[in-house]
């Protein structure tokens, strides 16, 4: 028999470890290794084969329903891990870390202290739907794991409360509508409690603005709270997103927040425990100053930069309400203004320097730079695990030797970690 001819196959599986993308895998005795989504260590599930993408390995998916979770369990990708036990998700992200630490010996050696967070629904106050218009119906929801196929959703356990009623009034919402096929976005936000306020922010491509713009009209009208359309260009309103430790903080449509501000709020902690004796404080990648204002108000100098010229007016705006004079945030990208920092008013030298990249990392310059810097200690925050390794080789290699490593986990049911690391540095 070809192998090709076993795909749409069914069979039993025990699911025994996780691929480093966090999909489930099971060692069948007649088929080989079977990788299939929405499957974690301990099950016992039946799939169906759907490709070989080498001798004996096989994609599959999953065929038994998951229970406990939601109706979308199993074909939204927002939730790879869904129905596990909590303690068990911790477990596996740990695996995952040190599977990932092993080629790293500096921070292998290293305990992880792991956070998770305190409940496993109702933590997000940020979430993204996926839209569309097709032939004259719109449809809202999220996108299947590895595809564009819609899951419409009617609910979804892990946003705050005031945004699933949101959902649900969206799923309410007339279907039919004259429009041409295309699809958008739609970012659902809760802001602080204090404030009381939720918000949809529509994203689009520029030619379908007009329409979006209509539409959003309509939208509001129907679901009794904002509708915007996200523009890229300054000014922008500024919103309240929380308060936390004795700072009103801001936002605004296209100033990245993380979707979990309670673990943000653990990372703020973290970092301003690193800050003890500190009087400089360079932000690279600083975006709205989330990580740093609590520094400045606590009267260290702060130095921030980003490329996102929104999330530099949302920083901005920040010192303005809460009355801060001694940090500075500005526009441009983080190696250059570092290679600059004389003509932009920087120091010359920091003693705590703040590193929130993106998941593709800091980039390869910057830590031969905060070589020569030589500061006291850096605060590596890291979303993406491979991210994580090319940066701490650069570190280690310019002299910076890792202390803690912290694994912060902001999205539960998925294997989604931020790690934080700190390092100091070793110089003659």
Known sequence: MQWGSLTGTKC??????????????GQHAKFGRVYVPFAFPGDQIEVELLREIRPAQWRARRITPVHDHCDAAGR???????????????NAKEKLLRRLLQMLPQLAALDICTHGNVTTIEFRNRIHL??????????????ERGSQHLVEIHDCPVAVPALRQLIGRLAQIPKAYTAEDFGFG????????????????????????????????????????????????LPVAFRLWQRAQGINFYTAPGCFQQGN??????IRGLILRQAHGARVVFDLFCGSGNYS??????????????????????????????????????????????????RHGWPQSADLVILDPARWGIGRAIPGMLAQIRPRVIVLVSNHLQALATDARLLSKNGFVPQEIHLVDFFPHTPHMDVVTVWRGEFD
């Open 12 to 25: 039993t599986l025990h699911v025994t470890d996780l691929h480093s993308s966090g999909v489930g895998v």
């Open 76 to 90: 939204c990708g927002g939730c790879l891990w869904p129905g596990a036990a909590y303690a068990a998700q911790l």
């Open 130 to 143: 996926h839209a569309r218009f097709f032939r004259g119906q719109l449809a809202l929801g999220f996108y």
């Open 186 to 233: 739609i970012e659902l936000v809760a802001y602080a409690e204090e404030a009381g306020q939720t918000e949809l922010i529509l994203y689009g491509s520029p030619k379908r603005h007009e329409f979006l713009r209509q539409f959003a009209t309509t939208l509001a009208s129907q679901m009794q709270t904002p509708v915007l359309l996200h523009q890229r260009e």
């Open 261 to 266: 501000s309670g673990q943000s709020d653990l």
């Open 293 to 342: 204002l609590t520094l400045a108000k606590a009267g260290m100098q702060v130095f921030g930069c980003d490329e996102n010229k929104i999330a530099i007016a949302v920083a901005q705006e920040n010192l303005r309400q809460n009355q801060i004079v001694t940090a500075q945030y500005i526009e441009g990208e983080a190696a250059t203004i570092l290679g600059e920092r004389g």
